[in-house]
């Protein structure tokens, strides 16, 4: 069998030299940090392998950007049924503001069911 591993002296412990390889610099929005999260927190065993198999971080760019793209679609769709128009929006402006709060805390808990949280 053969060892392709180097290591290091540390006093008498030979340690191996293990890195990770060279990972994309995209930083992670809100819902992939939001996912990370909760798989350390309640899933450990899924976010070790996905750590250690270095399927990790393109998991989490995956779910965020999936995300995002869910949440601009709903975002029109709630509004509508809420009644959030542009007409309210120039003769009520904080009516308006608040209908828009309310449509995207129901599409974040959406999709935290969905995506976050499976």
């Known amino acids: ?29 809100k819902y992939g940090r939001m ?3 909760y798989l350390k927190e309640h899933r450990p065993l899924i976010y070790n392998q996905l750590l250690l198999t270095e399927k990790l971080y393109p998991h989490l760019i995956e779910i965020d950007e999936t995300a995002n793209s869910r949440l ?5 769709q709630l509004a509508e049924s809420a009644g959030a128009t542009e007409e309210l929006k120039a003769c009520d402006p904080m009516r308006w503001v608040g209908l828009m709060n309310t449509c995207k805390a129901q599409a974040e808990g959406i999709l935290v069911a969905e995506l976050i949280n499976s």
């Open 1 to 29: 069998m053969e060892n392709s591993l180097t290591y290091t002296m540390n006093g008498d412990y030979q340690i191996p030299d293990l890195k990770l390889t060279e990972q994309p610099k995209k930083p992670l929005g």
């Open 35 to 37: 996912r990370k999260a």
């Open 72 to 76: 601009e679609q709903m975002m029109p």
